[in-house]
């Protein structure tokens, strides 16, 4: 098998990563901004420059010199109409036109400056002026009013031939002027036209570079993560077969690895998931079967074993009736160990079967009213508690959804508890407390009997776990047992307050809305397998 390998460049653009990418674009695209940007800012500039230059100086200096033209031949029309009749008042626009000329000089010597050869021209033209005045406007100025001026007469010839140099020095400026401004317009046409080009192009190359970016985030980003994006999503709707291929940058690549391994992973736990999802299965089965042969040995022991347990009983009882006192005293001990132990064992029986039939039998979860379960409950109890004298007190009790006669047993043992682990010699007081705790309403039932000690507050709840002997106290050792079981069936808890010390107080709490049914069963049925 021939292997091509990539060319070294080629290997090291594959471990460029998004963001290198995204810093050579941004870098390249900037520097062309950049230069665009100097370009268009030079082309601004320079059409600035030679609009200003021909606003500020080529048109007004052309102007000007117009301007000062007008002045000469006022000053020359002046002297003219003097020297000619003598008349004052020709005087009055020779002397505006040379004020206006001093005026106007100065201001293209201002405009000017800067170009040397057009102060040369302007010099020209002064020095024409300068000439001008000297041998003719300055002499007949100065001669006497009220009659011709003999200098005009005899000068004439001279005079327009020095006016004349004057006009044809100011028509070469102005000609020269007009040339320069002529090329300032053009220039600032040509400029105009080149700046226009360049902001084209500046526009063209932003377009074009938007296309760039955008193509290259289609390539290189956008793309490659639409394509991990479809690929996740094929996954997510349970294709896990599907095979992600790393495209697109260094980091996306990574990216699509990461992915594809969690891929991978996913497949091994929904293999695992599967093979433990069958083997929970069989162990369904196994737990149906069990608790088939459950209820075979529940109906068995109700049935046929209570049966011949009654038989027994009774014969028992009938033989301790007629022959008691008859036979010799061991006899009479062993015939009460017989009745005493046949009785034992059908409350035994009957306590295990109520225990078995907890979340089984009894399983109608409905709105309780706590208050009218704790009546009825205190009412089937009456004897015990006229008996003891218990004074037995209790808070509002809620409104739970929960099952009435489970609810029912757990008040009846727990009270009942209370009241026979009294200590002698004492009335027992009894107190049932309920409070809401978030979703759960926590209840404790304190007495002041004989207590319950640390050591033991888990065992208690044992089945068949007895603190006392039965001489002592009777019962099955099932009640606590009973009362745990309950409780957990209806998602709460149960245990002994250990801070009480002045007798006990079992805590428990229940759900305000316990699991489906369903669920404690299973959870029950569990149980039962262990």
């Avoid at 460029?16 to 665009?36: D, K, P």
């Avoid at 170009?115 to 001669?143: C, F, G, H, Q, Y």
């Avoid at 006016?163 to 100011?170: E, G, K, L, S, W």
Wanted: charged fraction near 25%; aromatic fraction near 6%.
């Amino acid at each position: 098998m021939t292997v091509v390998e990539k060319p070294p460049h080629t290997r090291e653009l594959s471990r460029w990563t998004t963001r290198r990418w995204l810093r050579l674009g941004v870098t390249v695209a900037m520097s062309v901004l950049v230069v665009l940007g100097a370009t268009g800012a030079w082309a601004l500039d320079r059409t600035a420059s030679i609009s200003n230059d021909l606003v500020d100086v080529k048109s007004p200096a052309l102007t000007t010199s117009i301007r000062l033209e007008s002045a000469l031949l006022n000053q020359e029309t002046g002297i003219r109409g003097y020297g000619l009749t003598g008349t004052a008042d020709f005087l009055d626009p020779y002397r505006q036109g040379l004020s206006q000329q001093k005026t106007y000089t100065k201001q293209l010597a201002d405009l000017l400056r800067g170009n040397p050869a057009r102060l040369r021209d302007l010099k020209t033209v002064e020095d024409r002026i300068e000439n001008w005045e000297a041998r003719i406007a300055r002499p007949i100025a100065t001669s006497p009013a009220g009659k011709p001026s003999p200098l005009a007469t005899e000068n004439a010839a001279k005079g327009k031939a020095a006016f004349d140099a004057t006009r044809v020095a100011m028509s070469a400026q102005q000609d020269r002027l007009r040339a320069d401004r002529a090329a300032a317009r053009a220039e600032l046409a040509s400029t105009m036209r080149l700046r226009n080009w360049i902001f084209s192009a500046i526009a063209a190359v932003i377009v074009a570079l938007a296309m760039i970016v955008s193509e290259a985030l289609r390539r290189g980003i956008t793309g490659p993560l639409g394509r991990i994006g479809a690929d996740a999503r094929t996954i997510a709707e349970g294709d896990f077969g599907h095979t992600i291929t790393p495209t697109g940058p260094a980091d996306l690549r990574q990216l699509s690895a990461e992915i594809e391994s969690m891929r991978q992973r996913l497949v091994r736990a929904l293999h695992f998931s599967e093979e433990a999802r069958l083997r929970l299965d069989e162990q369904s089965a196994d737990l149906k079967r069990s608790n088939a042969e459950l209820e075979q040995f529940a109906y068995v022991a109700s049935h046929d074993l209570q049966e011949p347990l009654r038989k027994v009983s009774s014969f028992t009882q009938l033989l301790q009736r007629r022959y008691g006192g008859q036979l010799d005293e061991r006899a009479d001990q062993y015939i009460d160990f017989a009745v005493d132990g046949a009785n034992r064992m059908q409350t035994l029986i009957n306590d295990l079967l109520d225990f078995s039939r907890v979340g089984r039998v009894h399983n109608t979860h409905q709105s309780v009213d706590l208050n009218t379960v704790m009546k009825r409950t205190l009412t089937a109890i009456s004897v015990s508690i006229e008996e003891s004298g218990a004074v037995i007190t209790r808070d509002e009790l809620p409104t739970l959804i929960a099952d009435s006669t489970q609810m029912g047993m757990l008040w009846q043992n727990l009270i009942g508890n209370a009241i026979k682990f009294r200590r002698p010699g004492e009335t027992p007081v009894i107190h049932i407390s309920a409070e809401q705790d978030g979703d759960f309403w926590r209840f404790a039932v304190t007495d002041n009997g004989i207590g319950i000690p640390a050591e033991y507050a888990e065992k208690v709840f044992v089945i068949f776990q007895r603190l006392h002997t039965k001489d002592r106290y009777q019962g099955s050792g099932i009640g606590l047992a009973m009362c745990k079981k309950i409780v957990e069936f209806h998602g709460g808890t149960i245990a002994v307050d250990l801070t009480h010390t002045e007798g006990t107080r079992i805590v428990f709490t229940l759900a305000s809305k316990p699991e489906e049914p369903g669920e404690a069963e299973d959870s029950d049925s569990l149980a039962a397998a262990h």
